[in-house]
């Protein structure tokens, strides 16, 4: 090998050895980069970890069998359980037995929401479950579980307390109402019989107002007691209400028009008074908004089989009306369509609130 061709050769070994020192540099950076980003994942993750862990509320994931296969450490302080039994075991099991038929239609029917009390110390504390559906890796709901037990306990003495304001309330209003009607059956002046029928009006107004209170915080907390279900004469009902209003209208060019099916049976079955209740907040709203016109009281069979039927009722009035944007409103708690409404009509908005909700109660619906 001539001389020339060795210094060609070392140039080459050169050239080579220096691409290997650039492609070991270029490694080494990769290598940093990757140990740098993996670092970052590594903290990343105990990031999350550590939120899921210490978040206020509960995690779950639970699969296809209603088994828990992974939960946060305040699912084991609220469910007062080691991970390691909460691990595989059914979130049935910490329910408590009173509230397990609200647990299976809520699972059941999707429900995105639910609130039960669990199987733990004297069995009040309440937790509200909010699930999604994932249906990955065998998980098929992420549940969030909060504790509300506070808000119960406020929720109760809410209740406890309108309940008191209530009685402490209604009885020195009737005894108003109750006084009023005696001293009207007394000789009187047309100047003292007015301001007198003044006072008893205000009177049944303010009860009416104190009874819709009660009746929403009962509805708003589900403490509303299952609609009755017992015999009744609906002719006596519709007669009664007919006579009311009639009376009622005092003289205004208003015609109360009632058309009533000869197909009703002569007893039905159902909650009068709840009917009644709901009849009457619709058949007031008609005669307050209506200065002249009309309100049409109709009843309709509807459904009729050999084992009943059911009753449709449509109140229908020639009053100030109201847009179809804003009938969206109607049903909402303390609504008007504005507020010059409250002021020109009265009312607080419960009315129609009210009766959607005992509408509800009873397996049927309202709607404008």
């Given amino acids: 090998m001539t001389k020339s061709n060795l210094l060609e050769k070392n140039i080459e070994y050169e ?9 070991k540099i270029e490694v080494e950076m990769q290598n940093h980069e990757l140990r740098c980003a993996r670092e970052r994942l590594e903290a990343a993750e105990q990031d999350y970890a550590d939120l899921y862990d210490y978040s ?15 939960a946060n450490l305040t699912i084991c302080l ?8 909460i691990i595989g075991s059914r979130l049935a099991d910490y ?24 199987k733990i110390s004297d069995g ?11 249906h990955s890796l065998g998980v098929k709901y992420l549940t969030i579980m909060s504790d509300i037990s506070s808000y119960k306990r406020i929720e109760d003495a809410k209740i406890e307390f309108t309940a008191n304001m209530n009685h402490e309330l209604r009885n020195p209003l009737n005894a108003i109402i109750g006084m009023t009607d005696l001293t009207l059956m007394t000789e009187l002046t047309d100047d003292q019989k007015m301001y007198l029928n003044h006072v008893k009006n205000a ?6 107002q104190v009874d819709s209170m009660l009746t929403l915080s009962k509805i708003t907390s589900g403490k509303l007691e299952d609609a009755a279900y017992i015999r009744f004469h609906p002719e006596d009902m519709f007669a009664t209400l007919a006579e009311l209003y ?21 007893k039905c079955s159902g909650d009068p008074e709840r009917l009644l209740q709901v009849l009457t907040n619709l058949l007031s709203n008609a005669l307050k908004f209506t200065t002249e016109g009309k309100i049409t009281f109709q009843v309709d069979v509807v459904n009729k089989t050999l084992n009943g039927c059911a009753l449709c009722f449509t109140v229908s009035d020639t009053g100030i009306g109201i847009s179809t944007e804003n009938q969206k409103k109607l049903f ?9 409404i409250t002021r020109r009509y009265g009312g607080s908005g419960l009315g129609l609130c009210i009766s959607q909700r005992l509408v509800d109660s009873m397996g049927g619906n309202i709607v404008c």
């Fill in 15 to 23: 050239r080579i050895i220096q691409e290997l020192k650039i492609h």
């Fill in 56 to 70: 206020p509320v509960g995690y779950l994931s639970i699969g296809e069998d209603d088994r828990i296969l992974r």
């Fill in 78 to 85: 609220l469910l007062n359980a080691a991970k390691e039994r």
């Fill in 95 to 118: 329910i408590n037995a009173q509230d397990q038929d609200i647990y299976y239609f809520y699972r059941k029917e999707n429900n995105p929401v639910c609130d039960v009390r669990l």
């Fill in 124 to 134: 009040t504390l309440w937790v509200r479950l909010e699930s999604r559906k994932r």
């Fill in 203 to 208: 009177g049944k107004t303010l009860l009416s």
């Fill in 246 to 266: 009639k009376g009622l209208i005092n003289g205004r060019p208003i015609v109360f028009e009632t058309l009533i099916d000869t197909d009703i049976p002569a």
């Fill in 332 to 340: 909402r708690n303390f609504s008007q369509v504005d507020s010059s």
